[in-house]
């Protein structure tokens, strides 16, 4: 499944079959658009592909052209946010916040960037996915693929620091007042 249309010459838009007239010794382009599950394999008939998705006649007769699409298998791939800290998975301009599933062409390369929430971190990611630098993964959808980024909480470490602190200013205090009894301070 897919379109064609022209931008050379408003009006091209077509489905499955259409039908346009032109002036003899008109120059036509046209464009082939496949669908989500579909992909170009080229032109037939009457016109001669100049690029890999277009095409270009010349009127000086009844022609026919034909543009060939082809169905793709398909393959899902699942993306998995675990771990108790929070954060976004990104794909393309798409965000997975906690489970994505999605259908995607047999062959389709891309990069996924895991990025944590403010109070967490990434601690990794596992499944079916190549990394290629701190947080971010290659995926070639040569199969049905998962993959996880795991993020972790760590407000609860920061909450022990400053607890650490506070324990360690109290002593110093403490400290301070007792050895403040002991220097000038009349028994």
């Given at each position: ?138 995926v070639t959808m040569d199969g049905d693929k998962t993959i996880t980024f795991s993020f972790k909480n760590n407000t609860q470490g920061s909450y022990k620091i400053l607890g650490l602190i ?22």
């Open positions: 499944d897919g379109v064609v249309s022209s931008s050379v010459m408003p009006g091209i838009k077509c489905g499955d079959v259409c039908s346009l007239s032109y002036k003899e010794g008109a120059v036509v382009f046209l464009n082939s658009a496949e669908d989500a599950t579909s992909e170009f394999t080229g032109w037939s008939g009457d016109c001669l592909g100049i690029g890999t998705h277009t095409c270009k006649t010349t009127i000086n007769n009844n022609l026919t052209v034909t543009a060939n699409f082809d169905k793709v298998q398909m393959y899902t791939l699942t993306i998995n946010n675990a771990g108790d800290g929070s954060g976004v998975i990104a794909k393309d301009g798409v965000d997975c916040r906690t489970e994505c599933k999605e259908s995607v062409k047999k062959g389709a390369e891309f990069t996924l960037k895991g990025t944590a929430d403010a109070g967490s971190e990434l601690e990794n990611f596992s499944g079916d996915c190549l990394g290629i630098g701190s947080g971010v993964c290659r506070a324990v360690v200013a109290g002593l110093a205090y403490a400290l301070w007042r007792k050895s403040k009894k002991h220097i000038g301070v009349p028994k």
